[in-house]
């Protein structure tokens, strides 16, 4: 199965999310926050199994910042 994994940086960190299973992890580099959301993604379909596999709908938006 294709899943997506949103990266985002939190401090020394690499944090990835996949929005289909709602499943979180980390790395010290990308390449490790994918491989750990992997393994985690894995674990949890193990025991809660999808249905199908819904895919998000990505987008980006724009906001008026004052300052």
Do not use: D
């Not at 980390?26 to 674990?43: M, Y």
């Not at 949890?44 to 819904?54: Q, S």
């Amino acid at each position: 199965m294709t899943f997506t994994a949103v990266i985002h940086k939190e401090g020394q960190w690499y944090v990835a999310e996949c929005p289909e299973a709602g499943t979180t992890s980390q790395g010290n580099t990308i390449e490790e926050a994918i491989e750990n959301l992997r393994e985690a993604t894995e674990v949890y379909l193990e025991e809660f199994p999808l249905k199908e596999n819904p895919r998000p709908i990505l987008t980006t938006f724009e906001v008026a910042v004052n300052g």
